[in-house]
């Protein structure tokens, strides 16, 4: 389930609103370039900064644009229980098809609270489910063990995994069923992690580029390492320049660069620095993209 390549859509912004009718043309542009799944109201979605009601429009507008062509996987992460529930509840009504719950940030949960959260929120609900593992985030490691007990609940389906760790993930990949999906948030591990078990990515690199990434994860999936080591080389540089500073900052200004949108960005977040903007337009004039 949600194989492939999901975009982690940015969300545009216009003069403090979200622009409405450019989400609409990003998600046209997604499908249009053969992306598996599309994440709104992620960390580089900016749903940090996004009042509820923002959330549950950019959702709900998400879901009726992709008009049931790819999956929605929306998130609805929080580290109150009670809201992630009740976001989660929200993304069920709008018809998405799962949600994306990030592990409880500041709180700093026991492994067991990471689960009885979880179990919560899945009993709550019934939706299919992916955990989201980024530590350096949340200031918590979903330890394998932890995502094994998580891989036993029924509307737990998968893991969005962005701890790092190469040994980790395969310990972690080793220990769950074969029907769960464990998906890379580390866009420069997408192809490490494929090869250890994995099935696919939550992108972020899939807003600048979204056909080189679905062609990257097919081959890889398909067992044509060759061409898929080929695609990850010749994707380096951007991987790297699109995490020189805090996610989603760069990628914005990327898709900025590309013409797609206007580079507005909420504060405590600001825009890409001079040096780090040029390094990003070089890259990206390499690689074909502007």
């Known amino acids: 389930m949600f194989d492939g390549v999901s975009t982690a859509l940015i969300t545009p912004f216009r003069d403090g609103e979200v622009d409405e009718p450019t989400l609409h043309e990003l998600v046209e542009f997604q499908i249009a370039a053969g992306v598996d799944g599309l994440v709104p109201c992620g960390s580089t979605g900016e749903s940090a900064t996004m009042s509820h009601a923002e959330h549950r429009r950019v959702i709900e ?8 062509r790819v999956p929605v996987i929306a998130g609805t992460g929080s580290n109150n229980t009670r809201e992630a529930i009740e976001l989660t509840r929200h993304a069920k009504e709008a018809n998405a098809d799962g949600a994306l719950l990030i592990s409880p940030y500041y709180n700093k ?12 929120i899945a009993h709550a609900t019934d939706f299919p489910l992916v955990v989201y593992n980024i530590p350096g985030r949340t ?24 701890c790092g760790d190469l040994t980790q993930i395969s310990d972690m990949i080793a220990r769950c069923p074969a029907d769960f999906t464990v998906l890379s948030g580390d866009d420069a591990l997408t192809l490490p992690i494929i090869a250890v078990g994995g099935r696919g990515t939550i992108s972020t690199s899939s807003n600048v580029a979204p056909a080189e990434m679905v062609d990257l994860v097919r081959s890889a999936l398909a ?18 320049v699109l995490f020189c500073e805090t996610n989603p900052i760069p990628v914005k200004a990327a898709v900025a660069e590309a013409g797609r949108v206007g580079e507005e960005i909420r504060l ?21 993209l502007i």
């Open 268 to 288: 405590p977040l600001t825009e890409i620095t001079p040096p780090n903007r040029e390094r990003l337009k070089l890259v990206m004039k390499e690689l074909g």
């Open 109 to 120: 949960p026991t492994q067991e609270g990471i689960v009885a959260h979880y179990s919560e």
């Open 223 to 240: 067992g044509d390492f060759t061409r898929a080591r080929a695609i990850h080389q010749r994707l380096i540089p951007l991987f790297d």
């Open 61 to 68: 507008l998400v879901v009726a644009a992709a008009r049931g």
């Open 139 to 162: 200031a918590s490691n979903l330890l394998p063990a932890t995502i094994a007990r998580l891989a036993e609940i029924e509307q737990v389906v998968g893991v969005k995994e962005a």
